[in-house]
């Protein structure tokens, strides 16, 4: 039994997370000023555009918007099916893989700008795999971004105490930070060597915690990334055009006059205020049933990882346009309840892949957040598994005593865990 976690979930009170839910689903976080819902309206608008060739789409790319994959079950969510899932690929070289930036990595653009109008003039087709030796691909399933600002807020003490064995976790979980490249310090100081298997923080690293991974420790970063890999628009921080194989741009294809596309961050910042900005979805009365799915939640330790709650820090700073940044008073000082230590964790050679990201090993994921699950249609990294249950039965490694339990469930217990997995 898993005395403290279960001690905290029952004195704080479900309906103190109402504070920090969107009053519907793909909203603003409660409690926005109209300053920042205004930023918000702007950058949903910015989220769902589909960018164009003179705004510096591809010349590959996957899709024109955010959106185009983030969308279930408003713009932000998850994606529905798996049509859209992205191929990573990497070079194997003697159990090194290496992402294959030079050969158009990391991952698949599957589209070109010559199936757009206006795109006439470039003569490249999407990408497929380069026929190299040692060639391997990790499939991504796109995740939801709902409550992102609150995570972004969370600081990395509270990530680090989760870390590790505790008595209050059952034999074999563990977990462990993704400590993180902070991108906007690394441009500063570009001497710095990082080494991705400490333990403790040095540098300018963060806790990651975003990604399938935790490979990203800021929100900023994972908007800038996805923008220039998924939709080809280069950045101030991501300035590299994306070609089938990593070729050169061929004549007829750079049709954006500005370079970097994306000159100032201008529409980086907007689609950053609509990720920071966007609530967690909300929550359902617990019922009895819930009540009941609850206490077996915990008890047979998926709460060990699934952690019910954490910690915003007191300020959290938003950028914005020009360089200034704006406290959001809306993101500080919340407890919030993302059902994730947001560490990754060893999951078993059944939900391996071929990628390392950090410290995140091909066995090694995070733990992925439980709050909104009930409006996912896929589940699991490469959106695999059709139902909670079957994700949950995949779960092996650290969770595999935790699995165990579960499958010595009666059919009524089972049912009452997913209840209260699907108010949350
Ligand atoms: C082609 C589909 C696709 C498009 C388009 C796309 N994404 Fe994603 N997104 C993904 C996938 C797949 C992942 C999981 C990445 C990983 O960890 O491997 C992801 C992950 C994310 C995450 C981290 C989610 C988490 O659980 O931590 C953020 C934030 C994000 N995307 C933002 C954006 C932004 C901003 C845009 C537009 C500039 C965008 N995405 C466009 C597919 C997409
Ligand atoms: C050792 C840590 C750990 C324990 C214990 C654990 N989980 Fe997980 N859980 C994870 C990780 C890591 C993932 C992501 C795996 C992946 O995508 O490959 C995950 C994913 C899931 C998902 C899929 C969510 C989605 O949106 O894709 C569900 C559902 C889930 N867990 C339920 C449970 C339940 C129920 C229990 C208890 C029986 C449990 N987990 C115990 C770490 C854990």
């Given at each position: 039994m898993n005395k403290h976690t279960f001690l905290a979930a029952a004195v704080l009170a479900t309906s103190a997370f109402a504070q920090t839910t969107a009053n519907y689903p793909g909203?603003?976080?409660?409690?926005v000023t109209p300053f920042e819902q205004n930023l918000f309206d702007i950058g949903k608008a910015a989220y769902e555009h589909d960018f164009t060739i003179a705004q510096g789409l591809g010349p590959t790319f996957?899709?024109?918007?955010?959106?185009?994959?983030?969308?279930?079950?408003?713009?932000?969510?998850?994606?529905?099916g798996t049509a859209n899932n992205v191929t990573h690929f990497m070079i194997n070289n003697q159990g090194n893989f290496m992402p294959a930036l030079e050969f158009g990595g990391p991952v698949l653009q599957l589209r070109s700008i010559a199936e757009l109008p206006g795109g006439e003039t470039c003569s490249i087709v999407g990408e497929t795999l380069p026929p190299l030796p040692g060639v391997t691909t990790s499939i991504r399933h796109t995740p939801p971004v709902f409550g992102f600002g609150l995570l972004d807020a969370v600081r990395d003490e509270e990530i680090?105490?989760?870390?590790?064995?505790?008595?209050?976790?059952?034999?074999?979980?563990?977990?462990?930070?993704?400590?993180?490249?902070e991108m906007e310090s690394l441009v500063r100081l570009q001497a710095f060597t990082f080494d991705p298997t400490r333990k403790q923080p040095a540098g300018p690293v963060r806790a990651g915690r975003f990604g399938w991974k935790s490979q990203t420790g800021t929100l900023y970063q994972f908007t800038e990334e996805p923008f220039n890999i998924e939709l080809g628009v280069t950045t101030p921080f991501f300035p590299r055009e994306f070609t089938p194989n990593g070729g050169p741009v061929p004549a007829g294809c750079g049709l954006a006059s500005a370079q970097p596309n994306d000159t100032n961050s201008v529409e980086s910042i907007k689609l950053m205020h609509f990720q920071a900005l966007v609530g967690p979805l909300p929550r359902q009365q617990l019922?009895?049933?819930?009540?009941?799915?609850?206490?077996?939640?915990h008890a047979i330790g998926c709460a060990d990882c699934h952690r019910p709650h954490m910690k915003t820090t007191k300020d959290y700073y938003m950028p914005l346009q020009g360089g200034a940044a704006h406290r959001v008073e809306a993101l500080s000082n919340k407890t919030i309840a993302p059902y994730s230590d947001l560490l990754v964790h060893d999951m078993g050679p059944g939900l391996e892949d071929g990628r390392v990201m950090g410290r995140a090993g091909p066995r090694f994921w995070r733990t992925t957040p439980l709050w909104g699950a009930?409006?996912?249609?896929?589940?699991?990294?490469?959106?695999?598994?059709l139902?909670?249950?079957?994700?949950t039965e995949r779960h092996g490694g650290e969770?595999?005593?935790s699995t165990d339990l579960y499958n010595a469930l009666t059919p009524a217990q089972e049912e009452a865990l997913f209840e209260f997995i699907n108010s949350l």
């Open positions: 909203g603003p976080v409660k409690g996957n899709k024109p918007s955010c959106a185009g994959c983030h969308f279930l079950p408003a713009t932000g969510g998850s994606e529905s680090v105490e989760y870390q590790g064995k505790k008595p209050w976790k059952l034999p074999g979980v563990a977990g462990q930070v993704n400590w993180a490249i019922t009895p049933k819930a009540l009941a799915g609850r206490v077996i939640f009930r409006f996912k249609d896929r589940f699991l990294h490469d959106g695999s598994a139902t909670l249950d079957e994700a969770a595999q005593l």
